[in-house]
């Protein structure tokens, strides 16, 4: 029972990607109503890098790396691979030299409910990477799993073409085809925030900004 | 059934809280005679903070952040929240907006157990979070909890006004009205620590230090 | 029942410890048919440290760092300590203390599948540590363990005497036996990496460079 | 931002959905590729039930188990409940009251990651549930979820009208236009099982009818 | 720095106790506001047991049962003694001889933060436990804790004297002050659920039983 | 890099590991100087087995069973398989054919540190299996590993031929050449534990009858 590999993707536009990356993780999550998070447990493994990106899926078996050479081949510049283990493993499937490869094709990160090695070398290449786990333990090549399928990861349903945004507050994905609308949320949310940063900077209280003395008190809040 | 605040709080001398700080949470914790530690999974997200200060207490419903504006209007300067949530959650309870609105009030950090976000301007705008994880996951503010009550945050009960130390190795809580007593013990220590350091940096040995081996051999320890 | 000291254990020859050092965990690893991984939980306290060095292995009990003070006595120069606890513990064993004692004798390092504490002198101190968990809580000293003897630690038998290659990948064991061979095969596999390094970045795939494509079609791999 | 109840949802034929039932979990999985299985945190809260049944999915907030209520109103005989909390949550949404509601409904069980209580009364009513935890930690009814949305439940992506299949072994989802085929494999691989499990009770060797003796050998295995 | 055992305490009347115990867990946890239910880790050894009793707190360092034996001289009829290890730990504290010499003070059961064995013969004695795991490994007697100190057991704070209610649900702590208070909300509850069951096992909904449609409405939630 | 198959394994004796299973695991893990315990993750799927066998152990890699083909046939009447995956899988690598293939060689039982399935139908033939996790997961045979060679299972160096004893309470492991001295330090233990529990049940104390009120006055234990 062989696995499969589809190569037409639909990818967003490429503008559209950059706005997402530069709202962030945070805003973007709450700019689709709260929705899209990767489990918290994905983590970079080094900090500040602030990505996005259309995904590239994999769904690889536990312990096996060798579908990350085939979805190597189907990265376009601005990708970003996604692989997601069929049962949970934090095995190292990911190292220098498939980050060699990966960045020589354009790839701009992975994220991988799983493990990663050599991450002294990615940290000097600048190549992100979120992980479950970071881990030197081998894997092999026998079996086959598939590429840009729909996959789960993180807890997250994700398809090949979604928009991955991924900064230190973790991993969310946006549907390719929310992602213009999505974008525009973002941007509005921004803006209201500025002006309220002002304004809590300034000493001013939350609770006044969004007026919640009343509804406190409705729902039965006492000052002793 | 509503939550309540509590708002006359009393708090420790700053003048022991500063001494607390700067004694570290291991001394602090060896000093009260091993007591007080928080869960070692409430981690710094950013390394090098080395703070105490009074806690505001907040005991808020899972993935429902309202309590944290209530528990500002609280703060004294000094201060450090506390939040535990009434079962386990990992949501981002707390980011930039908040953490500017609480340094407006003279807030000194945040222990949490659940998740933060926005940790990248956290740590540009300097504001220490020890947290059980990130979190880009909203929160909404549907459900109302209480402020300075007795929590039970990482396994320590804590009462608002108890003083809160934190640095790299973690958390560690102080009765308020052990403060004094332990912040003597704690100056003990660290004089005591400061000769014996001597001793072992000149490849002296604890064995010999302490006066273990008689010991040793008395629970039965042979060397073969 | 007490515990034992075996003092005398051979070591590896200190050339080929700086040759597996120098390799880094996950070549190793792979280098001895991927085994000898120790689970990923073990991580570093700071990053960038890359050491190898004889295991002085110990046997504690949970929440008891006595042994601690009766393994430093059994260092030479270029050792590893690397503690087990006989059950599942985050207690900090270990800090600024017994870090200056180790350094004295010329300790290279920490693995310890429980906690550790004063986590910044020891940064600062240079002294690298692959820990469970960064614990404040401390320890008594009151029931004997053993040193030297067969431990378990992260999930591998070690033995002392064995080697330790511990890097931002986490750790890894070398049978004391083995360590010549393992050398040699992790420097061929270094050697053959350099090459194909070379190709990837030049944007060749692995799936040439490894002639994958037949064998992908034979268990069944389609592209569509 | 409310939430959405999809009320219009295509099921499975009942005789398919009897038969997957019967096949179990397993070989469900099996005969579907060895894909769809939840992850095993989801554990029968009595042992002994077996049952299939179509999805009526809800996205619920965490601590929060209004939405319960709204998706009883969408059960048809023979649905099973499946929920995944927004956030990862071990409260108890669901007890002796809302099963009695849903039984009367004709639900055949509740599939939650997430806790459940009253688990005495539920196992003397004959209502199976697998769930993440059992806890008596109450929810709140303040914010909407989602009904027959799509939903991530243990790790699977499930929509509504997907089969579910659940007894012993865990919980697999089936998709719902996929039913039919699987069935059909899923009733040839347990006649192909009857055979060989004769053999195999007799004494004869899986070596020997999978005829694997050769296949390992060329792998490399060495018998010593 | 040696423990205390505090041995006048006050409890709560047995018909308040006996009365909590019939009202069951979940019932009594939400009596009393959703407060008081400790960690659903705390799992017991054999179903079907539901019992109350004033709590027998002991503070305990990890791997050390010493404390148990202080406990048991200090134990009433109908106590139940509660352990929390002072740091986390999985060991078998608690087996047969420590059950026999606790029922013969009339102890009512046991709740432990940490591990328990002999399980089949505390079955067969008809002793309950809730624990955090099940273990054969063993502990030492070496190093005091305390005896009915303010203890946190499954994220619950505990003191002396307070009513610890445990079934198949989990456990829950009720303060000896409000005992009384508790035991008339539950029996309030109790008797409305009954008149709600009845209805909803008729097809009536909650929807409609607790007229949550226009709340549901307003809060935005459609349906489709 | 293939595998190994150890074929010529010498076990102990039949007697012995008869007593030792009757013994019990708590009793036999004191006896052996609390050595040995298997980690308490590993949980029988029913209750009440209790069994003893030689090891035949099992290096499989995560989600590869094939190993257990190969093992079954190594199998001599009254042994029990121990299967360690080289990393951490939760997969069910055993079910209901395996075990029919497994009784027929007269295999006790099985102890794994990972998934196994069908666990009705190992329930109702009897076959008794110790596991991290039930799943119905499936695998597959395309890696080799090793039969026989020293494994670590459940945090425990285990060699073939090596002493399982198995409960309610967990896995224990005995070394073969000491498995005579623990079988008669344990049936001591057995002998002086009936004359304590006699008096115990009579209610007599264990701070009188192990004469420990001295020693605790000593390390400091104060009554108020």
Redesign the interface.
């Known amino acids: 029972?062989?696995?499969?590999?589809?190569?037409n993707v639909e990818r967003a536009d490429a503008t559209i990607i950059a706005g997402l990356a530069k709202a962030g993780?945070?805003t973007v999550?709450?700019a689709q109503?709260?929705?899209g998070?990767l489990?918290?447990h994905l983590?970079p493994i080094w900090?500040?890098a602030?990505i996005a990106g259309s995904a590239v899926t994999i769904s690889a078996?536990?312990?096996?790396n060798?579908m990350l050479?085939?979805a190597?081949?189907q990265i376009q510049a601005g990708d970003i691979l996604v692989l997601a283990p069929?049962?949970?493993?934090?095995?190292?499937y990911f190292?220098?030299?498939?980050a060699?490869?990966a960045?020589?094709?354009g790839c701009m990160g992975l994220v991988i409910d799983a493990?990663v090695?050599?991450?002294?070398d990615l940290r000097e290449m600048g190549f992100p990477v979120w992980s479950k786990?970071?881990?030197?333990?081998?894997t092999?090549?026998?079996?086959?799993g598939s590429v840009n399928v729909?996959i789960?990861c993180g807890?997250?349903?994700i398809e090949a073409g979604d928009v991955i945004v991924a900064?230190?507050?973790?991993v969310?994905v946006v549907r390719r085809d929310e992602a213009a609308t999505v974008l525009a949320s973002a941007q509005s949310r921004l803006a209201a925030?500025e002006a309220?940063?002002a304004r809590?900077?300034?000493?001013e209280?939350?609770?006044d900004i969004?007026d919640?003395r009343g509804k406190?008190a409705q729902?039965?809040?006492?000052?002793?």
Request: glycine share 16%; with cysteine.
């Open positions: 029972m062989g696995g499969v590999v589809i190569q993780v945070a999550h709450e109503g709260r929705r998070c489990a918290p983590r900090p500040g602030a078996p536990p312990g096996d060798w050479h085939v190597i081949e069929t049962s949970p493993c934090t095995d190292g190292g220098d030299l498939l060699t490869s960045m020589a094709r493990g090695r050599d991450i002294r786990a970071v881990s030197a333990q081998g092999v090549k026998e079996t086959v729909p789960v807890g997250q349903a900064d230190d507050d973790g969310v925030e309220k940063r809590l900077a300034a000493g209280l939350g609770l969004y919640m406190l729902k039965g809040l006492r000052y002793v």
